[in-house]
């Protein structure tokens, strides 16, 4: 066993708040002058994060990293589990996609090696930290996966920390699923767990002491703390069960953006900072009669572009997308979603289908071929817009992550969206930003280009421009927001005793 000073966050089922939790612990602990850092040892998550060196990891632990003021790295993720269909994944190994495999033989043939490299990277990060905030994954007692897993009672007892169990109330059945997981943790798993949160209270919290007291006198473990339910904690959500819906009453001036909701659907943190304009809607959309009337649209990026296309011609949405473009609609395409407006998208190695040789008709929106290649690129990137555009403004920054290449063209004239610091075109631009096709993730990240296209928006609908909301100066903020109410509502002694301790108290 590896003897760390750190904590392991579980949960009694995915979206409890455990990838909240330790964000919010990684900050209290920067703020108390401790080097922590984030670990989740096997993540299985579409939404992924772009380190310094050009790795890919977790989204969830970069951001977590950010939180504790500390670098990200692949030691802090080592493996990550990125779905390209209902049976396959694709294996990201120490921030390098690996090979892909099937749920069955990546039990059955990963295993061993994904011991290897947790312990190895729980050895890195002992003698770079002074705490490790760890997380687990859906549930701890998933019996059907117990005996092979990678993330969470195993991983603890290899770190040889303690745990705290979160649960969910606002979803209901709060005391069962407690005391359901303590029950079926094996004994000496049950001895980690040294305390247990409740996250996501509504209402007067004085009304649930006499819960607090059934949990502790029938489960023996100490309740650390009620969370109340907090809206728009700006901290991105992991999986698809953190998608949400924003509407806004038609009666109120405001824009309805649409984003397809692609089956595959990747790096939806792309969409995050909408929801912190008061006069955006944002409605997920995955079929034709759904579609409606939108101000926009955007396509989002996706780790199976083929079969999500074909998923958009079975649904209707297609021909639903093309005659919007057809009629003046407004159109961006990120990654993915930039692939499948073009005119046709080849596979010769099967890289993206698994099937080689493929080459299908997209939605000829963007007249251009895309090609998937065998190696997958993955980069920080940063650029200005590019002088044919005719915009101004700061330089944007974000990354790229795809296997595909985009050649448009020679008989239409294409202007390229930006041009990045590496002196490369990116993207392109079409009537005057009406169809926009990029491979920049995080592009509406960047405050003002997501005002000026707002702004064109709203100009488009007769409604009042807006000034620019700087919501990048607000997150660091929210982290220190975050991490108040979570100290305030805690025994953070009890916690940070654990933490530093791994003893009972």
């Keep these: 066993m590896i003897d760390l000073k750190g904590v392991m966050v579980v949960g009694t089922s995915s979206d409890v708040g455990k990838s909240f939790l330790v964000t919010a612990f990684c900050r209290i602990l920067s703020d108390r002058g401790i080097k922590a850092a984030p670990f989740k040892s096997q ?243 995955e079929s034709s009669e759904n579609f409606g009337t939108p101000d926009a649209v955007i396509i989002p990026g996706t780790k199976s572009t083929l079969f999500d296309l074909e998923k958009l011609e079975k649904t209707g949405l297609a021909e639903e997308i093309q005659h919007y473009s057809q009629t003046g609609g407004t159109i961006i395409g990120i990654c993915g979603g930039f692939q499948m407006l073009c005119t046709e998208l080849e596979d010769p190695f099967g890289s993206d289908a698994g099937k080689k040789g493929l080459k299908v008709k997209g939605l000829n929106i963007i007249p251009a071929t895309t090609t998937f290649q065998q190696n997958k690129q993955t980069m920080r990137a940063e650029g200005i817009f590019h002088p044919a555009t005719g915009l101004q403004g700061k330089k944007l920054k974000g990354y790229e992550i795809h296997i595909g290449q985009t050649i448009f063209n020679e008989e239409t004239e294409i202007f390229p969206f930006l041009k990045l610091d590496n002196g490369k075109k990116e993207g392109c631009y079409i009537e005057d930003g009406r169809v926009i096709g990029t491979y920049m993730h995080h592009l509406f990240h960047n405050d003002e280009w997501r005002s000026i296209w707002l702004n064109r928006l709203r100009e488009q609908k007769g409604y009042p421009i807006r000034e620019t909301n700087f919501i990048n100066e607000k997150k660091d903020k929210r982290f220190d927001l975050v991490a108040a109410m979570v100290k305030s509502h805690l025994d953070w002694n009890l916690v940070e005793a654990i933490i530093c301790e791994g003893e009972e108290t």
């Design 43 to 285: 993540n299985m998550s579409n939404n992924s994060y772009v380190t310094v060196d050009g790795k890919e990891i977790g989204r969830a632990q970069g951001i977590q990293a950010e939180a504790a003021r500390v670098e990200a790295s692949v030691w802090m993720n080592p493996i990550l589990l990125k779905p390209r269909s209902n049976m396959e994944a694709e294996v990201v190994l120490l921030g390098r996609a690996e090979q892909v495999l099937t749920g069955k033989n990546y039990r059955e043939q990963f295993y061993e090696k994904g011991l290897a490299v947790i312990r190895d990277s729980l050895a890195y990060l002992q003698k770079h930290y002074e705490a490790i905030v760890m997380e687990g994954a859906g549930s701890p007692v998933e019996i059907n996966l117990k005996s092979r897993e990678l993330v969470n009672m195993k991983v603890a007892e290899i770190a040889d920390v303690p745990v705290i169990l979160v649960a969910d109330i606002d979803r209901g059945g709060v005391f069962a699923s407690i005391a359901g997981t303590l029950m079926l943790l094996a004994p000496g798993e049950r001895k980690r767990v040294k305390g247990i949160i409740i996250n996501k209270f509504r209402g007067d919290m004085e009304l649930f002491a006499d819960g607090i007291a059934w949990l502790e006198e029938n489960t023996k473990v100490p309740v650390l703390g009620v969370l109340p339910y907090l809206e728009d904690h700006m901290i991105d959500g992991e999986d698809s069960l953190s998608f949400r819906e924003k509407r806004i009453s038609a009666d109120k001036m405001a824009i309805d953006i649409v984003i397809i909701k692609l089956p595959f659907i990747s790096n939806y943190s792309d969409i995050e900072p909408f929801y912190y304009e008061e006069d955006v809607s944002i409605r997920f959309v």
